[in-house]
């Protein structure tokens, strides 16, 4: 086998730079499924399972039997010398402070929402607004959940027009890029904005 075709799972010595985007949102809102789907390396992730301490506290899906407690990561190589960084948050509120620390140095985030808990984001994207991030959010299609106009959810959600908005489904590496590309595009935008 020839040496180049051989991923060993490290960065090729003509990578110079890395773009790090946190994926944000409440507990169970698929943060872990969407870098899962786009990851090019085996991702790491914190999920532990779920205890009775937690019933009556975190409102999940009842299949749902893990959770993240300090955070997800992913890669995905963007061209020969640009990689991006996923740093997936964990989604319990007693967790936020933690955010913190994570959206550190973060160029923006892609924040996940699931219209059956549709007011289990806003104070992700509150907190978010709080840590002065730029942020995109990703309406994550979960099967049964009810299909809501983009600009109803825009306003229920209380967003700037400027704040993009799409469906996905983060299983789906192809839909995944789609809003992960939103979001880009979005911080492109905005900073050709910005004043030299």
């Not at 789907?37 to 399972?49: G, K």
């Not at 893990?66 to 020969?80: E, K």
């Not at 994550?140 to 469906?167: C, I, K, M, W």
Request: aromatic share 8%.
């Amino acid at each position: 086998m020839d040496s180049t075709d051989y991923d060993d799972g490290y960065l090729p010595s003509s990578v110079r730079q890395a773009v790090k985007i946190v994926i944000a949102g409440p507990l169970g809102v698929g943060k872990t499924t969407l870098i899962t789907s786009l990851s090019e390396i085996e991702p790491v992730r914190t999920e532990e399972l779920m205890t009775e301490a937690g019933t009556g506290v975190d409102h999940v899906d009842a299949t749902k039997t893990t959770t993240t407690v300090a955070m997800d990561f992913g890669r995905l190589t963007l061209n020969s010398q640009r990689v991006m960084y996923l740093f997936g948050t964990p989604g319990q509120q007693r967790f936020f402070p933690m955010w913190r620390h994570l959206v550190h140095g973060a160029l923006g985030a892609l924040a996940l929402v699931d219209t059956r808990r549709l007011e289990e984001s806003f104070d992700v994207l509150g907190y978010l607004e709080d840590l002065d991030v730029p942020f995109a959010v990703a309406i994550n299609s979960f099967p049964g959940a009810p299909a809501y106009d983009v600009e109803l959810l825009r306003s229920a959600l209380d967003l700037l027009p400027q704040t993009p908005v799409v469906v996905c489904d983060a299983r789906d590496r192809t839909s995944s890029a789609h809003a992960l590309i939103a979001l880009v595009n979005y911080l492109y935008t905005a900073a050709q904005e910005v004043p030299a």
